[in-house]
């Protein structure tokens, strides 16, 4: 699983967490879950940094 912190132009920031994927699609960033469904989505023309950090699955 990762952690997502998603750091926008404006200053804003958001955390998305137990996500096991991402992917980049007509200029959208997608967080998926494990049945590949979207759970998060932002446009990158707003986004300045994304920085993903793998965590250990933990039950």
Same mark, same amino acid.
């Given at each position: 699983m990762?952690?997502?912190?998603i750091?926008? #132009? /404006?200053?804003?920031?958001? $955390?998305?967490a137990?996500a096991p994927?991402?992917?980049?699609s007509?200029?959208?960033?997608?967080? #998926? /879950?494990?049945q590949?469904r $979207?759970?998060?989505?932002?446009?990158?023309?707003n986004?300045r940094?994304i920085?993903?950090?793998n965590e250990?699955?933990?039950?």
């Amino acid at each position: 699983m990762a952690r997502y912190e998603i750091n926008y #132009l /404006d200053g804003n920031t958001d $955390t998305v967490a137990n996500a096991p994927g991402h992917e980049w699609s007509g200029g959208i960033f997608l967080v #998926l /879950d494990a049945q590949k469904r $979207t759970i998060y989505l932002a446009p990158t023309a707003n986004i300045r940094s994304i920085l993903i950090h793998n965590e250990e699955a933990t039950d």
